[in-house]
C-alpha cells in the first residue's frame, strides 16, 4: 500500500449495520480479547476495580426487548467505566431455569410418548444435559450479537461444578447455623408441575368467580344458622372452624357455639380472631388451614386440626363422593348439592386476583406440605439496615420504601422444589427418617454411622443458586476460600435489574452477600423501567405486541435499538416501545456516518497521504482559533456537553447521555458547524490553514464519537479505526473519553452563535413561507438593537450569508424598507426585500398569523406575572425569567406590527 493510499480508511457509501457488526463482535473483540479483566491489574497494579454482574437470563430463554433494555443498560456502565480507566469486568452467565427447564425437556419426552419416570433419575437428567449443550447457548449468542462487552471466559452456569460446590457448601451452614429447617407449612403448589413455587413463581391474574353465601347451621338449634360467603366452595369439605372478629356485635353470642358443615355434617367451633374483617363479605370465614395459608395461621393460634381435601394433582381427597373429580368440577357440583339443600343463600359474582402457575398456566394451589425452609427474619435486618445506611444506593430512590416494606414484613423462604433437574438437597435420611445434612453421601454416613441412606429427593429452588450470584461468578465457593479474582473485584459496582425481583433476586443477594463474606455484594443498584406497547401494554407473548429484537437488528441495526431503547427510557418511567421508533436510531446512525464520509472526502483532499495527515493531527494544538466565533462556539459546546455527560453518568441518569450527544452531534455539530466549516475552509487562504480547520474538527468529533461509543459501539468502533492507521488489537472501547476543559469554555461564544442561528432560522423560515427557491439569493437588511447585536452579526455575517442564502446589510438605526418581510431575533429586525420575489398579500397574512400567535403569548406570560400565587412562591429568578420573557415577546409584537403596517 503506497503512502498516497486512503482507499483503506473511506467508509462505504451507505452505512450496512451488518458488515460493521460482524467486523467488530465476531471477528475482532472477541479474537483480541478486548473485553478481558485481569485481577493481578488491580491487585498489583492499583486500578480500580468496576464490576457488573449480569442478571443471569433462563437457559430456556431467547432475547426480548426487555433482555435488550437491561443488557444495553449493563453495556454502557461498563463500557464507559473500562474508557475512563477502570479494570472493567463484567461477568455474564445464565441460570438453569428449574421448572422452565424440566418443563421443555418433559414436553419433548412426551412427543416420544416417555415419562421421566419412565427413564429414571439418572437417565432423565442426561437427557436434560444433552438439550441444554443443543439449545442452552441460544440467548449467549443473541447477546453477542448486541454487542455486550462481557469477558465471557468468565461466563458461568448456575449448574457449573463450582458454583454447584457453593450451593451445598451454603446449604450445609445455614443449617447446622440453625437457618435451616424441614418443616410443615402452606405453600404455592402447581398440580401440573407437580411442584412447590416461590412467590415470584407465581402470576397474578383479575378474573371473576362466584361469591357464594352459605348458611351454616348451628348444631343446637336447626332453626339458627351462620352465613360464611367463599369463592371456593370445593374446600368446605375441609372446615375445621368459622371465625369471627370479637368486636363484631352481630356475633358476639355465637362466639363458643358449633355449627355443622354442610354436605360434611362435622360440628366444629364458632372461634373469635381479630384476623376476621367485620365490612368484608358476611363478616365470618370459614377456616380451612390445609388448603389457605391465613387459615392455617389461624388454626395454628387456636390449635385446630388440619384436614385436607385436595391432593398434589389437583383432584379432589375427600370421603363425601367427590374424590376423584377435578377441584374446579367439584366446586361446581357442591355449589349445586348446597343449592339443592336449601343452604345458599345467595351468589355474587366477584372479581379478585387469582395465582397462577408461570410455567404451566394453571391456578396454584395453597397446600400444606413438608419443605425445606429458610428463616428469614435474622437475614432480613443487616440487609434492610445496609440499604437504609446507604451502604447500598438504590436508583430511583423511591423502590427504597418497596424493599422496607417487604424485608419488615418478611416469611420464610420454602426454598424446595419437587423436580429432578437442578441443586439437589444435601440431605440424607436413614431407615428412622433421621436427618443428616451434609456435603456429600460419605459425610452423611460418618454422621450417622450408618450405610444405605437414602437421599432427599427434591432440589433447590433456583432462586437459592442465584441468590449467591455476586459470589459465585467469582468463583467463590465457601467461606474463608476466596481467590484473586474474588479479591479483585468484590463488592461488585453496578446491578441492573427489574424492579419486579426486588425481593426474590436483589434483597436475597444482599442478605448472602452480608452473611456469608461481610460486606454488601454491590454499591448501586440500577431499576429499569417497564416496557409497553404504543397503547401503555406490558409486552407480552400472548397479547402478540412484543417485537422480536432479532429482527429489529435485522432491519434497523443494532446501534439503532440499543440507541432508541435507552433514548425512550428514562429512569424509573415507563418505556413506550414499537420497532418503527428504531427509526430515530438509525437515522442518527445515517447522520454520524455521513458527517465522517465528509471529514473523510476533505481529509483525503487536504493530506498527500495517511502519515502526512496523522503527523499533522499529533502536532495541532486542540484549542479555539480566537478569532473564529464558530470554532470558540463548538469547543464550548464539546465542554458543556462532555460536563453535562460525564454528570449524567454521576447520577445514573442514562437516559440523558442519547440527549446530550444526539442533541451535540446532531444539532450542534453536524446541522451546524459542518455547515460553517464549508464557509470556513472556502475563506482559507492556505493549505496550512484549511489542514488545521479540519484536524480541529475531526478531533471534536472523534471527543464526541468516544463518549457515543458505550451506547453506539459498532458504528463508533468502525468510525474511530477509520479516522487514523491502528495498530492491530487497538479498539475504541479502551480509549479514554474525553473530560470537559474549562479553557474551551466560551459562553460569549456560545450566545453569538446561538444568536446567529436563531437569526439565520428566522431568515429560512421567512424564506420558506414565501416559498423562495433554495438557490435564490435574496437582499436582506439587519437593523441591530444593540452594540453587542451589531457585533454578533458583522463578525459572523458570511455564515449567514451562506447559511441563509441572502446578502445582508448591517447596521443600527436602519428604516424598515417598504415591501420588506421582517423577522426578530432579541429585539433585531431583519428585512428581507420583497420587491420581484413575492406576493404581498401571502406576506400580510403571514404577518397577521405571526402576531397572532405572539398575543396569545403575551397573554399567557402576563396570566402567570398576574397570579399572586405563582410570584409569591416561586423563586425570584424564576418570576425575572418570565417578566424577561414578558418583554422580549412585547418587544416582537412591536416590531411585527409595525412591519404589518409598512405593507399597508
Known sequence: MSQTDFSHKNLEKNFDPKTVETRWSTDYWNQFGIYHAEPHEVLESGKKPYTVLMPPPNVTGSLTIGHVLNHTLQDIFIRYHRMMGHEALWLPGTDHAGIATQ????????????????????????????????????????????GVSCDWRRNLFTMDETASRAVVNVFVKLYNDGLIYKGKRIINWCPVSQTALSDEEVIMKTQKDPFVHVRYQLADDAEKFI??????????????????????????????????????????????????????????????????????????????????????????????????MDRFDARK?????????????????????????????????????????????????PALKAVEDGEIHFHPERWINTYRHWMENIQDWCISRQLWWGHRIPAWYDEEGNIYVAHNEEEAEKLSGKKNLRQDEDVLDTWFSSWLWPLTTLRWEKPGDDGEVFEAFYPTSTLVTGPDIIFFWVARMIMAGLYFKGDVPFRDVYFTSIIRDMKGRKLSKSLGNSPDPLAVMDEYGTDALRFTVIYLAPLGQDVLFGAEKCEQGRNFATKIWNATRFLFMNRNELFENEADFAKKYAETDFAPDPNDEAEKWIFSRLNSTLKSYHGAMAQFRINDLTKILYDFIWGDYCDWFLEMMKVRLQKAETAAQKQAILCKAIFIFESAVKALHPIMPFVTEEIWQNILQRNEGESISEVKIPEPL?????????????????????????????????????????????????????????????????????????????????????????????????????????????????????????????????????PAEVVAGEREKLSAAKLNLEKLNENLASLS
Open 333 to 381: 357440583k357442591i355449589m349445586a348439592d348446597l343449592e339443592a339443600a336449601g343452604a345458599i343463600e345467595k351468589v355474587e359474582d366477584y372479581e379478585h386476583n387469582v395465582g397462577y402457575s408461570e410455567r404451566a398456566d394453571v391456578v396454584v394451589e395453597p397446600f400444606l406440605s413438608e419443605q425445606w425452609f429458610v428463616k428469614m427474619k435474622p437475614l432480613a435486618e
Open 742 to 874: 474549562e479553557s474551551w469554555s466560551q459562553e460569549a461564544a456560545e450566545a453569538d452563535i446561538e444568536f446567529i442561528k436563531k437569526t439565520i432560522d428566522e431568515i429560512r423560515s421567512v424564506r420558506s413561507v414565501l416559498g423562495l427557491p433554495p438557490a435564490t439569493v435574496a437582499s436582506a437588511k439587519a437593523n441591530a438593537v444593540s452594540e453587542v447585536a451589531l457585533s454578533r452579526l458583522q463578525n459572523n455575517a458570511e455564515y449567514i450569508e451562506r447559511l441563509a442564502r441572502v446578502t445582508l446589510e448591517i447596521g443600527m438605526g436602519i428604516e424598515k424598507p417598504k415591501a420588506s418581510a421582517g423577522a426578530v431575533v432579541e429585539g433585531t429586525e431583519i428585512f428581507i426585500l420583497l420587491e420581484g420575489l413575492v406576493d404581498l398579500d401571502k406576506e400580510r397574512a403571514r404577518l397577521e398569523k405571526e402576531i397572532k400567535k405572539v398575543q396569545g403569548y403575551v397573554k399567557q406570560l402576563e396570566g402567570k406575572l398576574s397570579n399572586e400565587k405563582f410570584v409569591s412562591k416561586a
Open 103 to 146: 418443563t421443555v425437556v418433559e414436553r419433548r419426552l412426551r412427543k416420544e410418548n416417555v415419562t421421566r419416570h419412565d427413564l429414571g433419575r439418572e437417565k432423565f437428567l442426561e437427557h436434560v444435559w444433552q438439550w441444554r449443550e443443543e439449545y442452552g447457548g441460544l440467548i449467549v449468542k443473541q447477546l453477542q450479537r448486541l
Open 227 to 324: 352465613t360464611i360467603a367463599t369463592v371456593r366452595a370445593e374446600t368446605i369439605l375441609a372446615d375445621v372452624a368459622v371465625a369471627v372478629n370479637p368486636n363484631d356485635e352481630r356475633y358476639k353470642d355465637l362466639i363458643g357455639k358449633e355449627v355443622l358443615v354442610p354436605i360434611a355434617g362435622r360440628k366444629i367451633p364458632i372461634i373469635a380472631d381479630d384476623y376476621v374483617e367485620i365490612e368484608f363479605g358476611t363478616g365470618a370465614l370459614k377456616i380451612t388451614p390445609a388448603h389457605d395459608p391465613n387459615d392455617y395461621a389461624v388454626a395454628q393460634r387456636h390449635n385446630l386440626p388440619i384436614i385436607s381435601v385436595i391432593g398434589q394433582d389437583g383432584k379432589m381427597t375427600d370421603e363425601f363422593g367427590y374424590k376423584g
